[in-house]
Nanobody
Framework: QVQFVESGGGLVQPGGSLRLSCVVS????????MAWYRQIPGKQRELAAI???????TYADSVKGRFTIFRDNAKNTVYLQMNSLKPEDTAVYYC?????????????WGQGTQVTVSS
């Protein structure tokens, strides 16, 4: 199985910054893509950013230029640096990994961390 430790969420004023971290552990072959999704109550979960195992990041238009996703493969950790935060960034942020194990790929989800942007 796969375990997650997510951290870094909290309350921040508009224009502020936060860094989310997600440490992945467990029994698996290799981690392929790592991503951060977010969900506002009453709305569907949406992709914020995703990074390949080669380090290439892709971003939702709504966060492009403000968020940066990066990973440390040696530590099985993915980060999301969030700058110039806006109230509309308020959501629960979920870590997601695509893991290769036993010849197949499978997605796993963290428990989520709350980010609130408010004055």
């Amino acid at each position: 199985q796969v375990q997650f430790v997510e951290s870094g969420g909290g309350l921040v004023q508009p224009g502020g910054s936060l860094r989310l971290s997600c440490v992945v552990s467990g029994s698996f072959g290799s981690i392929l893509a790592m991503a951060w999704y977010r969900q506002i109550p009453g709305k569907q979960r949406e992709l914020a950013a995703i990074i390949t195992n080669g380090g290439r990041g892709t971003y939702a238009d709504s966060v492009k230029g403000r968020f940066t996703i990066f990973r440390d493969n040696a530590k099985n950790t993915v980060y999301l640096q969030m700058n110039s935060l806006k109230p509309e960034d308020t959501a629960v942020y979920y870590c997601n990994v695509n893991v290769r194990n036993g010849g197949e790929n499978r997605d796993y989800w963290g428990q989520g961390t709350q980010v609130t942007v408010s004055s």
